[in-house]
Nanobody
Framework: QVQLVESGGGLVQAGGSLRLFCAAS????????MGWFRQAPGKEREFVAT????????NYADSVKGRFTISRESANDTVYLQMNSLKPEDTAVYYC?????????????????WGQGTQVTVSS
C-alpha cells in the first residue's frame, strides 16, 4: 500500500522556521517528482515546491522562493521542506505528493499520490 505521511507542522510566530517531513512507502519513488502543495482556509490548493531526485532539479512557487528549501533523501524516500522567515500568509495545510516523470510538476493533476496533510499555523 502506497503511503505518503507528513509530519513537522505546528504553530510558529512570524519570522520563525519549521521543517516538514514526508515519508513515502509502498513503492519506489526513484522516477517520481516529490512535491509540496498547500491549502489555506477558503482557498484553492496551490503548488509550493518540487524536487526530482536527491540533489536534483527543484522548482518553487514565487511566493516561497528564497524562504523555503525542498530536499530529498532517495535512500529512504523522505522529502523535507525547510521553511524559514515564515509569514502569516503561509498558514495552510501542507500536503506531500508524488508525480511520475514527464508531468507538469506545478499542476495538482500531475500528482497521483497524496498524503493527508499537516497543519502549519503562523501567528503575527
Amino acid at each position: 500500500q502506497v503511503q505518503l505521511v507528513e509530519s513537522g507542522g505546528g504553530l510558529v510566530q512570524a519570522g520563525g522556521s519549521l521543517r516538514l517531513f514526508c515519508a513515502a512507502s509502498g513503492r519506489s519513488f526513484s522516477n517520481y517528482y516529490m512535491g509540496w502543495f498547500r491549502q489555506a482556509p477558503g482557498k484553492e490548493r496551490e503548488f509550493v515546491a518540487t524536487i526530482w531526485s536527491s540533489g536534483g532539479s527543484t522548482n518553487y512557487a514565487d511566493s516561497v522562493k528564497g524562504r523555503f528549501t525542498i530536499s530529498r533523501e532517495s535512500a529512504n524516500d523522505t522529502v523535507y521542506l525547510q521553511m524559514n522567515s515564515l509569514k502569516p500568509e503561509d498558514t495552510a495545510v501542507y500536503y506531500c505528493a508524488a508525480a511520475p516523470r514527464g508531468r507538469v510538476v506545478v499542476l495538482q493533476a500531475s500528482y497521483n499520490y497524496w498524503g493527508q496533510g499537516t497543519q502549519v499555523t503562523v501567528s503575527s
